[in-house]
């Protein structure tokens, strides 16, 4: 057993997921690139922790991430 990360599988999900409700995307979000694709996949929310510590400037990391889908 290993702990991969596959957001792919997110993305697969999101049309099972009931309507109306707030879809979070909890893991593998490496950059704004996994942001924005599980935008568009329909997630309203991501939870990052990777690449704010690996960005070496975490402000930055984060204004990455908000312009994912602009």
Not at 37 to 62: I, N, W
């Amino acid at each position: 057993v290993t702990f991969t990360v596959d957001t792919a599988r997110a993305v697969r999900m999101a049309p099972q997921m009931p309507t109306g409700v707030v879809r979070v995307a909890e893991s593998g979000i490496t950059g704004p690139a996994d942001a924005a694709v599980l935008a568009e996949a329909g997630y309203h929310a991501v939870l990052v922790g990777e690449h704010l510590v690996t960005s070496g400037d975490p402000e930055a990391g984060v204004a990455d991430l908000r312009h994912a889908r602009r």
